[in-house]
């Protein structure tokens, strides 16, 4: 993913917060609709992990994209990253919830 993931509907995903130079983050996410995530136990989930699309995003061949420089310059554990995951088990009208790795 090399743009900004929008969610048009109810979503999850996995992000990152990395540093873009003194005192300024970026956040780098991807994401997908629940129809199109991974059953864990009561939770919907994005069904790749951390490493394996950063792996992919280090394939990116765009080199007018920022992407590739930070995720060829860093590994996919050196920033904060998270989860974003969806509760089965509660009312779907509370919405998703949130889990730091």
Do not use: Q
Request: aromatic share 12%; proline share 7%; glycine share 10%.
């Amino acid at each position: 993913m090399t743009g900004a993931f929008e969610a048009k509907e109810p979503s999850v995903g996995i992000f990152w917060v990395v540093g873009t130079g003194p005192g300024s983050v970026r956040l780098l996410a991807v994401g997908c609709s629940l129809e199109a995530a991974e059953l864990y136990g009561d939770f919907l989930t994005f069904p790749e992990g951390h490493y394996e699309v950063w792996e992919r995003w280090k394939n990116v061949k765009d080199p007018e994209a920022a992407l590739p420089a930070v995720v060829r310059s860093f590994e996919y554990e050196d920033w904060p990253r998270g989860r974003i995951v969806f509760d089965l088990s509660t009312s779907t009208e509370t919405g998703p919830r949130i889990c730091a790795e």
